[in-house]
């Protein structure tokens, strides 16, 4: 009689393909045989076919058995589905009311705020049952004179060789700088953050840096007043203190701009731009050659109705943008643009669509430029609302999940794009009175910063006290509360859901 067992590895495997978790482990219960079978092939195919990206665990990760990778993927999808997790504050408050930024690398989380940095490093654990902790690795000024302020504007992990140790950063003054990082620590072991810094040329007439965005070694900078700046990074990280000059292309925008979006993999390469304007998210080619195209590929637009000119266009703003979830409706694309809207709408476009908003008829073809706007294939709202998004980012639950910072009260939006109806949003700990300026977002974690500090959610199995650094909480001032009988490695935040009746239920 023929088994599954007593057939080639070979075809075994191509049968792996179409397998879930639950047909794994039936299977790995029905015999030794098949139970080596599995473990040695079937939880492999079985992450191959499902990819969690998440930063902050690949250290980890890859020194995990593919069944205990498995398995903390199944619990992590299983505690978003019920919408569960650790609140806990990264640092102490900070003085004053900042604008921080967020950036990743597969080593370290980097936090901008005023005008320093701050080093968050990805740990491993041996026990495969602990979650991987996060290490504070020190702060860093990058104030040249005290007497001035030179607040951060725009932060991006870039490629080095994956040492994990270099970023651009641009400053409100206009100046941008090449960092690399230098950890170490001191005689009585406290953790000690220095750099090298290295100049980069400015952006024309003086324009800070509003956005930076990096892939493989090309990296896209956007200044405040629409300049856009492709460039490679040919040198590598810096070594020494020197100016860094690299070819580059430029377009000008001619708007006020935000954010931007820089896309590699997708068949026409692109870069998207989110500015304050008529069509406020357009969509430029590389080129063959390696330069931005003037003209847009796409107009992503918001509306519905017919009858639009290029003249009667709404204004509004794009603040936030971001790839797509890996696990949705239209499938994983790097043709999947997800943005956030100053009218409080998440909107997702598929460049591959065909579903455009008609523009009127015009006398004069001068009037028309450009291609024919693209509408959104999904767009999200917390009914709850209205507030501006100012940041957005994809990964959650089963690689299916969009979430956004607000403009007010710390509030972050999460929607499941399989069901996203049932969208929920959440208040950071502390509760703070302000935006969430920037996002980011994993498998099992989420981290987010506002005007007083960094934080993050956790999903994952295994979070103790130990897994974030300790935060000594200052009675008045924090505004933290440890939640109600738990093990005080979480602290207490408001959440509803956006079909609700719109009450706060503590997490």
Known sequence: MLTLSSLPVDVVILIFESLGIRE?????????DMYTIVSEYGWSSYLRYNPRPANSLTKARNQWPPRVRARYDIITDSTWDHGEFIARPLSRIWNGKL????????????????????????????????????????????????????????????????????????????????????????????PILSCIRSRIDPMPNGDFVESLSSESNIILALSSNGYARLSSNGSGSPNSEKSIHAPSSIIELNTRSWVSHLCLQASTPYAAFGTASTTPLNVHALTDGGQLSPQPLAILHTQKTAGLTPDNFPSSAVYGLSSGPLNAPWGSSPQIIVSGWFDGQVRCYDLRSSSRVSLASATDSTTQSGPAPLRPVLSLADRWSYEPIYSVSCGGGSAAHIAAGTARHSVVSFWDVRSPKKGWSVHAPGNDPSPVYSIILESSRFFGATQSRPFVYDFGPGVSLDTYPHMPQVRGVDNLKHKKGSNRATYHVLRYDHNSSGLCNEN
């Open 24 to 32: 794994f482990v039936a299977l790995s219960m029905t015999c030794h």
């Open 99 to 190: 604008q921080p930024i967020l950036a990743s690398s597969q080593t370290r989380l980097i936090v901008s705020a005023g005008s320093n940095l701050y080093s968050y490093a990805f740990g491993t654990d041996t026990s495969f049952t602990a979650s991987p902790p996060i290490i504070s690795e020190g702060a860093l000024s990058l104030l040249n004179n005290p007497d001035r302020p030179r607040n951060i504007t725009a932060l991006s992990f870039i490629d080095d060789g994956d040492l994990d140790e270099t970023l651009d950063v641009g400053f409100q003054d206009g100046a941008l700088e090449r960092i690399k990082l230098i950890p170490s620590k001191s005689e009585d072991g406290s």
